[in-house]
Structure formats: C-alpha cells, structure tokens
C-alpha cells in the first residue's frame, strides 16, 4: 500500500460545476495535509494546508479532513478552465514518525468550457 | 521577500557525467528539501537539510548527494548520471522542518 494514493484521472468537469479531488493516507498517525497544483511543465505551488478534522475554506477551496477514515479531499468551487492542472496531495506523518512531505502521485482535473 | 530560486532551468547531460543543481531559499526559511519528479509521477523525495545538517533522505542511491550553506541556500550534486535520472528536479524550502514547502521552478534534467 502506497504512502498516499490519488487517483490520476483524468478528472473532467464542466465550468462552473463543483470538482471533488480525493486522497488517501496509509499513517494514522499523520498530522498535517497539503493540497498543492501543478500546471504542466511547471513546480507546484501550495494551495491549501489543514491540520484538524473537518472543513477549510479559502475562496473556492475547500479542503476536508477526515482521520478517522484516513482520507482529505479537496473541493473546488465553480471550477473554471484556469483550473486545469495535476493537484497532488502531500502528508507529514510528524511527531514518531518523519517531518518529511510525501506527495501522492496527483490528479489530473480537465475544467471543459 | 524573494521566493525559492532554482538554476539551471535546463539541462542537458550525458550518461556517466556528473552535475550540480542549485537552490536559493525563501527569505527567512532554514529548510531545504529537494525532490526528484518524473513525467506523469509525484514528487520523490531525495533528502532535506535543516541548518545545514542532513535531515533525512529519501530511498535514492548514494550518488546523489548534497548540502546546505550557512546562507540555507543548497545544492544537490549526481555522480555517474544514468538514463533514469532524467526528471524534474525541485528545490521547496520552508520555515522549519514539517512545515508547508514552497517550491522553485525546478530544473529539468536530460540524460542522454
């Protein structure tokens, strides 16, 4: 079982719908989650981080954690074309574990006009 | 405040030839962590530096290796380039170790 799992889609919606982007973690003991995107040919870049159980907000964002079920997703708002681009989820085991970020191998999201 | 800066951004190498990547960190930041990625894959990681001391490493041969300034700014240096190790190489900083990493734009890496 890998570390953190992401499906790699493609995930195709169209403008203006609600895309959900979901991740999956094998530690029970992680602690902190980071929600990056990557456009092709380009680094990622930090999009949203959460660390306690339940919903966070930012703009069109909304990043959910459930520990219980060892699992964060990522909704996106009214999802736009400029939306487009591989979103690739990272955990930090922390304390007893490593402080080190493993990334998931990402999601590809198609935003279709 | 300037961001994570990366060189080259290009690269182009042949196999058995050794090369050395550079990176600048965030103002402020004492961590650098770099990562290797390949087309189509995630970020693998190759090892962090925190305050210029080795701060873990990832499952990469012992031909990478690297280190940190006491500027915090690093390198990351590959012996015997082979085939394989031709990626996206990227250099995140951040404020302390286990916190959000923030990414330069990456060297991109041709091993011929």
């Known amino acids: 079982q890998k570390e953190v799992e992401q499906n790699s889609g493609p995930l195709s919606v169209p403008e203006g719908a609600i895309a959900s982007l979901n991740c999956t973690y094998s530690?029970?003991?992680?602690?902190?989650f980071f929600w990056y995107r990557q456009y092709s040919g380009k680094s990622p870049e930090l999009i949203m981080s959460i660390y306690s159980n339940g919903d966070k907000e930012d703009g069109r964002f909304t990043a959910q954690l459930n520990k219980a079920s060892q699992y964060v997703s990522l909704l996106i708002r009214d999802s736009q074309p400029s939306d487009s681009a591989t979103y690739l989820c990272a955990v930090i085991k922390g304390p007893g574990g490593s402080y080190i970020p493993t990334f998931g191998r990402g999601t590809s999201l198609i935003v279709h006009p | 405040e300037t961001g994570v800066t990366q060189s080259p951004t290009h690269l182009i190498k042949t196999r058995g030839q050794q090369v050395t990547l550079r990176c600048s960190s965030q103002s402020g930041h004492n961590t650098v962590s770099w990562y290797q990625q390949a087309l189509g894959q995630g970020p693998q990681f190759i090892f962090q530096y925190y305050r210029e001391e080795e701060n873990g490493r990832g499952n990469f041969p012992p031909r990478f290796s690297g280190l940190q300034f006491p500027n915090y700014s690093s390198e990351l240096n590959v012996n015997a380039l082979e085939l394989d190790d031709s990626a996206l190489y990227l250099c995140a900083s951040s404020l302390e170790s286990g916190t959000e990493l923030f990414f330069g734009s990456g060297t991109q890496l041709s091993v011929l």
């Open positions: 530690d029970r003991g992680s602690q902190s």
